[in-house]
């Protein structure tokens, strides 16, 4: 891939591609285009991937492209992260009260809890937002303790949000290629003078783009602004641009937040294709349904303490569990 969707002069080059010719192929749902004063296009139509990029209309050839490639050291089956008693404190609040349990490489791991529980605390304890009061979180085997998050990235752990974080103004396959740069070695001169270093990052990023855009199921949106993008393809962005940092294991925290019954399903599919193409998948959320179809064990938290932890079947049967999400009669507590 030589040039970025989003350069005027790719909008001109290929103007039989999106400006509007009998060839041109567009679904209903896309905009109109953005005309510039140079003549360029900011093109806000869905393009048709195979056209541009052969190689991505092989699904095996695309989920080959986007499988990690980095070395773990913990096997399949193994702890990849351990939470060893972990205690997080915010004053005189207990936001987590010695909470330990493992993810294991390969795995599809649920957390989940009440509001409140202490959910997205664990969660940022992992991805370095907060350091442990006590207690320590090991990654891949090693601690974490006062690693700063750009480095935890780097070491493997990326993450979604609750609230989507997208750089709006930016194509979705612009989106991408920021998340990219995790894995980039070019120094800032490298970078200015254009050396052979970074021009090759630059072209394996922009092709690694349009695979994880593929990947997720919306690499025809590749040339579209964030913005403009529905909501849940917004969130399937968020996805590819963590994908893109490579991780050894990925978080996502709410991700069918606003979702309708038949998203939902797409999700969850969605999610074990990225666990089958090889990742390990962190998964916090509300939506018990969801949860229980698509993890391999769930943990669950109440008031900053674990619970509970086992297979989806036993943690839904726990008396525990059910107590934490419906309450129990007064008479139950006297």
Do not use: W
């Amino acid at each position: 891939m030589s040039t970025t969707p989003h350069d005027p002069a790719a909008g001109s080059e290929h103007g039989d591609q999106h400006l509007g010719t009998d060839d041109e192929v567009v679904t209903s749902d896309t905009m109109p285009e953005e005309f510039l004063p140079d003549g360029g296009v900011i093109a806000n139509v869905a393009i048709d991937v195979a056209d541009l990029h052969p190689e991505l209309a092989d699904a095996a050839q695309v989920a080959e492209l986007v499988a990690p490639d980095r070395t773990i050291r913990a096997k399949v089956g193994e702890p990849l992260l351990q939470m060893q008693q972990v205690t997080m404190r915010f004053g005189g609040l207990v936001a987590l009260d010695d909470v330990t349990f493992d993810i294991r490489r390969g795995e599809i791991l649920g957390l989940i809890g009440p509001n409140g529980a202490g959910k997205t605390t664990c969660f940022n304890t992992m991805t370095g937002v907060y350091r442990p009061t006590t207690g320590q979180v090991v990654f891949d085997g090693r601690p974490l303790g006062r690693t700063k998050r750009n480095e935890i990235t780097r070491l493997g752990i990326a993450r979604t949000f609750q609230n989507i974080r997208l750089f709006s103004d930016m194509t979705a396959l612009e989106n991408v290629v920021v998340g990219t740069d995790a894995r980039h070695h070019t120094s800032v001169p490298g970078a200015i003078f254009r050396s052979r270093r970074h021009r090759a990052e630059e072209r394996d990023a922009l092709d690694r783009g349009m695979a994880l855009l593929e990947f997720v199921g919306i690499g025809r949106r590749a040339t579209q602004q964030a913005r403009n993008l529905p909501y849940g393809d917004q969130r399937r962005l968020e996805i590819a641009r963590a994908l893109a940092t490579e991780p050894k294991l990925l978080c996502l925290d709410e991700p069918a937040a606003g979702f309708n019954p038949a998203e939902k399903e797409d999700l969850k599919a969605l999610i074990r294709k990225i666990r089958d193409d090889g990742y390990t998948v962190l998964l916090i959320e509300h939506d018990m349904r969801l949860v229980m179809g698509v993890t391999d064990r769930v943990v669950v938290l109440e008031f900053g303490r674990k619970i509970a932890e086992g297979l989806p079947a036993e943690v839904s049967a726990d008396p525990a569990v059910i107590a934490a999400y419906l309450g129990v009669p007064d008479d139950a507590t006297a």
